[in-house]
């Protein structure tokens, strides 16, 4: 009996070695994983230049950027270093960030040091400051949940959460902090 025993618990060590053995090798697996992206880029633009225009054929928008991966399946454009020219008739906009996400749905989330220009000559605001800033390209609206400051010749306005709507030319700071004006 002692033999049978012997060879019963060989082929249950045996049997156990084998069923285990996945779980200490995957610390390896993982590893190789971690290192590899989510989703690869169907293809790749440095040096970027691009205009798009609307249904109607009137200019859009304007987009330079370092570096675009379009993700394809996945609906969405990456930039590196962009700049965005929102056109709007007269009233016209270029925003700039370290980096920007563009959705099919011509949903714009820039993030990283953004800064909106306003291009239109002696206009009341002149630029807009914040981390983030999300725009809805078709409606010409421009949100944000972070700190802003909105600077122009005569004034300083902070902060937080706003509201713009470019083609209305309203902004509105949802939880305004202080406000400085200059003399001129």
């Known amino acids: 009996m002692t033999v049978l025993r012997v060879i019963l618990l060989i082929t249950f060590s045996a049997l156990m070695i084998w069923l285990w053995s996945p779980m200490f090798n995957a610390s390896e697996t993982n590893k190789k994983s971690d290192d590899e992206p989510l989703a690869k880029p169907d293809y790749v633009a440095t040096a970027l230049e691009q205009t798009t225009y609307s249904e109607n054929g009137l200019l859009n928008y304007h987009v330079t950027a370092d570096k675009m991966e379009l993700y394809q399946d996945l609906g969405f454009s990456h930039f590196a270093k962009p700049i965005f020219t929102l056109y709007n008739g007269e009233q016209n906009w270029q925003i700039s960030a370290l980096e920007a996400t563009l959705y099919e749905n011509n949903t714009l989330i820039l993030e990283g040091d953004v800064l909106a220009k306003n291009l239109t000559p002696d206009a009341m605001i002149s630029t807009i400051n914040a981390d983030n800033v999300r725009v809805e390209i078709k409606q010409k609206l421009m949100k944000s949940e972070h700190p802003v400051i909105i600077t122009g010749p ?30 001129q």
């Open 154 to 183: 005569s004034l300083k306005i902070t902060g937080k959460g706003l509201h713009a709507d470019l083609q209305k030319q309203l902004i509105e700071l949802i939880n305004h902090t202080k406000t400085i004006y200059y003399d």
